[in-house]
T-cell receptor, first 116, second 110 residues
Framework: SAVISQKPSRDICQRGTSLTIQCQVDSQVTMMFWYRQQPGQSLTLIATANQGSEATYESGFVIDKFPISRPNLTFSTLTVSNMSPEDSSIYLC?????????????FGPGTRLTVL | QKEVEQDPGPLSVPEGAIVSLNCTYSNSAFQYFMWYRQYSRKGPELLMYTYSSGNKEDGRFTAQVDKSSKYISLFIRDSQPSDSATYLCAMFNAGNMLTFGGGTRLMVKP
């Protein structure tokens, strides 16, 4: 498995501001992912962040709203820009890991964001 | 129609009961099937994974895949209050991203 930490663990922000979420992994990983989990809902993939290349965004998510950095193989940030109450959610980073015959993902503890 | 369907629950059972959690899916290309457990205010934790059809057992947990019916199950024997959590199924085909079910909230009452 992988030990993944996220900062901050939670935050309450004002409408129109931006928040940067940090994700740190205890070992080098190629693939990192950012997900959103709205209250009572499942996980929605925002983007895939690979070191040395631009993040790949899923349908419905754009770089201007969710810029991502991946400066090295153990760290990534996700910024939620120009926030509105609809951005209130849990944001999770995950990393890809091989289980021998297949790859899977391990998740960080999440960042709980409330936008007023 | 969602690609992966999962009854949201909540499912409430007494301690010691056998729990059955299920997912159905529509994409026959899925080959890898995972179960994640998510405690309140925590990130999802990988519980079990299986490849293709068949059963896999790990302690009190058994994962079952029936590809012909596009149906997967997670059984929990001798359920404990500490099993109370949301259980998410997830699946993918090699090279593609995980597709998650909506999660089933389980409550095991002492």
């Amino acid at each position: 498995s992988a030990v993944i930490s996220q900062k901050p663990s939670r935050d309450i922000c004002q409408r129109g501001t931006s928040l940067t979420i940090q994700c740190q992994v205890d070992s080098q990983v190629t693939m990192m992912f950012w997900y959103r989990q709205q209250p009572g809902q499942s996980l929605t993939l925002i983007a895939t962040a690979n070191q040395g290349s631009e993040a790949t965004y899923e349908s419905g998510f754009v770089i201007d709203k969710f810029p991502i950095s991946r400066p090295n193989l153990t760290f990534s940030t996700l910024t939620v820009s120009n926030m509105s109450p609809e951005d209130s959610s849990i944001y999770l980073c995950s990393v890809g890991r091989s289980l021998g015959t297949t790859d899977t993902q391990y998740f960080g503890p999440g960042t709980r964001l409330t936008v007023l | 129609q969602k690609e992966v369907e999962q009854d949201p629950g909540p499912l409430s059972v007494p301690e010691g009961a056998i729990v059955s959690l299920n997912c159905t899916y529509s994409n026959s290309a899925f080959q890898y099937f995972m179960w994640y457990r998510q405690y309140s205010r925590k990130g999802p934790e990988l519980l079990m994974y299986t490849y293709s059809s068949g059963n896999k057992e790990d302690g009190r947990f058994t994962a079952q895949v029936d590809k012909s019916s596009k149906y997967i199950s997670l059984f929990i024997r001798d359920s404990q209050p500490s099993d109370s959590a949301t259980y998410l199924c997830a699946m993918f085909n090699a090279g593609n991203m995980l597709t998650f079910g909506g999660g089933t909230r389980l409550m095991v009452k002492p």
